[in-house]
């Protein structure tokens, strides 16, 4: 099964997922389907692959992976400093006031409430999102996001909680948006790093298919 592959060298691989693949292999059977199970069949050396970082199943964009260990282990320390940055364009299922600003709510997964993430003031890792509205469509705005943290369900919290944007991303079932909408409108579009082995900067982009 064809992957848009839209970068590689013989130390990174970067895929433009599309919207219902799984990052990687999920915990059963039924959900093994994933970018790193694919790719780890396509190519050569696919064993060796790893990713370095995770988009949920149905946000599309770009994804990360290395193909060898120093080259992971050297990127996984960029993400631990913060020195990847990501943009995300999403559609939200109404309208907001502020035009531009910042989201702080940590967040926490109940593990008796898996996958759901929650604001939670005491037991919550730090989770910060930059963000910026950039047009509107039929009484829905689109946005951009900079997470400056990247936790489970960042973005979708963030957009969903009250305390956030309070408006849930347009077709985000689990955090609210009871609209028909055919997918989670969210989008990992742009993602910039140096690259661990030629030492340059690179900026990757995939159009927002929405």
């Known amino acids: 099964k064809m992957l848009p592959i839209i970068y590689e060298d013989q130390w990174l691989i970067a895929v433009n997922k599309p919207s219902?693949?799984?990052?990687?292999p999920g915990r059963y059977l039924r959900n093994q389907d994933s970018v790193l199970s694919r790719l780890q069949n396509l190519l050569p050396d696919g064993l060796e692959i790893t990713a370095l970082h995770r988009l949920d199943g149905e946000t599309s964009g770009i994804?990360?992976?290395?193909?060898?260990?120093?080259?992971?282990?050297?990127?996984?320390?960029?993400?631990?400093?913060?020195?990847v940055h990501k943009v995300y364009e999403a559609v939200l299922s109404g309208v907001v006031n502020i035009k531009v600003g910042s989201i702080e709510l940590p967040l926490w997964g109940d593990p008796e409430n898996r996958p759901i993430q929650e604001v939670n003031f005491e037991r919550g890792k730090p989770s910060v999102t930059e963000f910026q509205v950039i047009g509107r469509e039929r009484n829905c705005d689109r946005i951009e996001f900079l997470p400056l943290t990247g936790r489970t369900h960042q973005l979708r919290v963030h957009a969903a909680d009250v305390r956030g944007l309070g408006i849930p991303i347009l077709g985000d079932r689990l955090y609210g948006c009871s609209g028909?909408?055919?997918?989670?409108?969210?989008?990992?579009?742009?993602?910039?790093?140096?690259?661990?082995?030629?030492?340059?900067?690179?900026?990757?982009?995939?159009d927002t298919p929405f």
């Open 180 to 206: 028909d909408a055919m997918r989670l409108h969210l989008h990992a579009r742009e993602i910039s790093f140096e690259h661990p082995q030629l030492g340059e900067r690179l900026h990757l982009k995939a």
């Open 20 to 24: 219902g693949l799984l990052s990687v």
């Open 63 to 83: 994804l990360l992976l290395a193909k060898d260990k120093e080259t992971q282990k050297k990127l996984s320390l960029q993400f631990e400093q913060k020195q």
